[in-house]
């Protein structure tokens, strides 16, 4: 970039340079890592969520379950055709 002799130039951060900064405020700003008991608490009201769900969505009645399954292996379907990776995510015998 030319600047007259009488003018100054800033220097403009390269991209590494931006990234390096975004980083340490990032880390700077960071919470505090949680002690092993804070985060097995949390976790424990997670896991307590997810039994409830399942408690909520518990059945017997064969269509359902059927209809289920079909829900399951289109999904992984899905997943293995739609993979950015182009990786098959759920191998062949996992659906049919």
């Given amino acids: 970039m030319y600047a007259p002799p009488h003018q100054k130039t800033l220097p403009f951060p390269t991209t590494q340079e931006r990234i390096e900064t975004i980083i340490a405020e990032a880390i700077k700003n960071a919470p505090p890592p ?11 009201a997670a896991i307590e969520v997810l ?3 399942d408690e909520e969505d518990a059945t017997d009645d064969p269509e359902e379950l059927a209809r289920r399954e079909a829900d ?17 995510i759920y191998p062949a015998e996992d659906y049919p």
């Fill in 34 to 44: 949680l002690s092993v008991e804070e985060q097995r608490q949390k976790n424990q």
């Fill in 51 to 53: 039994r409830q769900w």
């Fill in 72 to 88: 399951w292996q289109e999904f992984k379907k899905g997943m293995n055709e739609n993979s950015l990776s182009g990786q098959i």
